[in-house]
């Protein structure tokens, strides 16, 4: 088309970034090279951008602040003063000679190129305030500006940022449908395995992006992307399916699902597996960290001696074998093929030295190193073992691990970025409250009062165990039993004996599945509902009020004890909040 503003969007994992290599290298045909540039609103996705591409990147901010802030003016400056000197006697010196470099590739990555093309990637990252000054700037180069993401995935943390998302309402954007990151692997006849799309994980993937109902659900809300992410089986092919667990999704009280999380993700780096621990919120993403670079000083995988650890932002110190992330661009810092650091790097600590400045490689490219000085680590490094969705956007890795803290509060578009990581497998792990401490609360009242209306409508005897166990008939492996049975299973006496020790039991499907559609019981032992829609993704483990409530793109679903689980606004406040 003709349209100055262009954009692709799709999926996670529908090739956009393939697809803007082929527009570059067509370009490149059309008009020579040189003309097109792209950026990020981050530093890393900026890179990765420039990577893939092989084209000049930088972040929007630089490039505003070259174009509009004066940048580009002393650049220039610089650059007319070190190409006189080099036209006198004795020309410039290896320094200067680098210098003259730098300053040729920082003017090749920010001034937009007349008539070339200007790929922003990530866009709904951007705020609407910076795409406008973006824009004007292309105008007055008659560039051409595609703008390419998701706008289902993690939006702009300051003003605006929804302009993707509406050129794709406005029918304004060309989009991939097809996704092809998920994979899945199999062993044929004669022992070969063969690596193809896992289609099932596709189809889950787009029902928690779009926020389709299930139409199973017996009326209830209860969103289809629960359903589908139950059934997926686990990396090893196995279906989990217990009374704490569904599929990928997982729960369990008093920190356990913390254990379980902190442990496969010891096991992933011992085992040198591609994974990556996302945690929902900031305040548990250093306690996490800190945890897991204990165990493994205690292992002997990182250095453990504390006059050979270096204090890092926070209170925590990091020791050769560690791995940390930075948090402070600096482009003065550059590795052996030219790369600075950026915001977000993950590197994995080679050396401490005695004034606390370490040295550095890449995880992705152990070759590549830089040195950083005590003080930037002491102001701008931080443990990297886990990420926040915002930081894991953009990534793409073997295992994906998300955890939801007690208390923890996540999104919609979180949870669609977290679960859409992995290429073989993405999982959930949400730590519910106790229930003894909801006893009192509207839900758990509400709870009973649909078990007692469902044993009335059934004709069935019931007890106020049973009203607080659960009503109906139970679809228990493949069986049919009351509410009394289904308490005999609460105090470990069910057909399937201990459910932690049965495979059988776990390989059947979920263990307990209720007729009438409502959630399960709180259990006093697991403290777990069955879910129906909350956040889109964690049925068997996060509980929804007795109003199903249904979080749409933009809602919050918050897991601590609250007298209501209710869905929040795009800014956090619980719907009961007022302060």
Not at 208 to 230: K, N, Q, V
Not at 390 to 408: A, C, F, I, K
Request: hydrophobic residues 30%; glycine residues 12%.
């Amino acid at each position: 088309g003709n349209d100055m503003i262009m954009a692709l969007t799709g999926p996670a994992g529908t090739g956009k970034t393939t697809t803007m290599r082929a527009v570059k290298k067509t370009y490149d045909l059309l008009a020579g090279q040189g003309r097109v540039i792209g950026m990020a609103t981050s530093a890393k996705a900026a890179g990765g951008l420039g990577e893939s591409l092989q084209i000049p990147t930088s972040t929007v901010a630089k490039i505003l602040n070259d174009n509009l802030e004066g940048g580009k003016e002393r650049r220039n400056r610089d650059i007319s003063r070190l190409e006189e000197m080099s036209e006198r006697d004795g020309g410039l010196s290896s320094g200067d000679r680098r210098r003259l470099a730098k300053l040729y590739a920082d003017r090749a990555s920010n001034e937009i190129p007349r008539d070339g093309i200007v790929i922003l990637d990530e866009a709904s990252m951007t705020s609407t305030r910076d795409l406008e000054k973006i824009t004007r700037l292309c105008e007055e180069r008659n560039a051409r500006l595609i703008l390419t993401g998701d706008p289902h995935q993690l939006a702009a943390p300051g003003e605006g940022g929804g302009f993707l998302g509406y050129m794709e309402r406005q029918g304004r954007t060309l989009k991939l449908t097809s996704v092809w990151r998920f994979l899945k692997k199999t062993v044929d006849g004669n022992g070969e395995t063969h690596t193809t799309v896992n289609r099932d994980e596709v189809e889950a993937g787009l029902a928690l992006r779009g926020g389709m109902t299930d139409p199973d659900a017996d009326g209830m809300r209860r969103m289809l992307a629960t359903s589908l992410y139950e059934r997926l089986p686990d990396q090893d092919g196995n279906l989990v399916a217990n009374r704490n667990e569904a599929g990928r999704i997982h729960g369990g009280a008093e920190g356990s699902m913390e254990d379980k999380v902190f442990n496969l993700t010891l096991d992933a780096l011992t085992e040198g597996r591609n994974s990556l621990l996302i945690v929902a919120t900031n305040n548990d993403l250093s306690s996490i960290n800190e945890r897991i670079t204990t165990s493994l000083q205690a292992r002997g995988k990182v250095d453990a001696d504390p006059h050979r650890r270096t204090a890092l932002k926070g209170k925590l110190t990091a020791g050769k074998g560690d791995v940390v992330c930075t948090r402070k661009v600096d482009r003065r810092n550059e590795d052996q093929k030219g790369g600075f650091v950026r915001n977000g790097d993950l590197w994995t600590v080679e050396e401490v030295r005695e004034d606390g400045g370490m040295r550095l490689s890449r995880r992705d490219d152990p070759t590549l190193t830089v040195d950083v000085t005590a003080e930037y680590a002491r102001e701008s490094c931080e443990l990297g073992y886990a990420v926040t969705a915002h930081r894991s956007q953009g990534m793409t890795v073997d295992y994906g691990n998300l955890w939801v803290p007690e208390n923890g509060s996540v999104s919609v578009e979180l949870l669609y970025v977290a679960l859409t990581r992995g290429r073989y497998c993405n999982d959930v792990w949400i730590d519910t409250p106790d229930m003894q401490s909801l006893k009192d609360s509207y839900v758990y009242n509400k709870w009973r009062d649909i078990n007692r209306a469902e044993f009335e409508k059934k004709h069935i005897a019931y007890d106020e165990v049973d009203v607080a166990a659960g009503g109906g008939q139970v679809q228990f492996d493949g069986g049919e039993q009351s509410g009394a049975d289904h308490r005999d299973r609460d105090a470990g006496t069910s057909s399937c004996g201990d459910e932690r020790r049965q495979t059988a039991c776990q390989r059947k499907g979920p263990a307990v599945r209720y007729d009438h559609g409502a959630p399960s019981p709180p259990s006093d032992r697991t403290g777990l509902w069955e879910g129906h829609g909350v956040a889109h993704a964690a049925g068997r483990t996060l509980g929804a009020s007795a109003q199903h409530v249904h979080a749409g793109h933009g809602d919050r679903l918050h897991t601590g004890r609250r007298d209501h689980l209710e869905p929040c606004g795009r800014h956090g406040r619980h719907a009961g909040d007022r302060g």
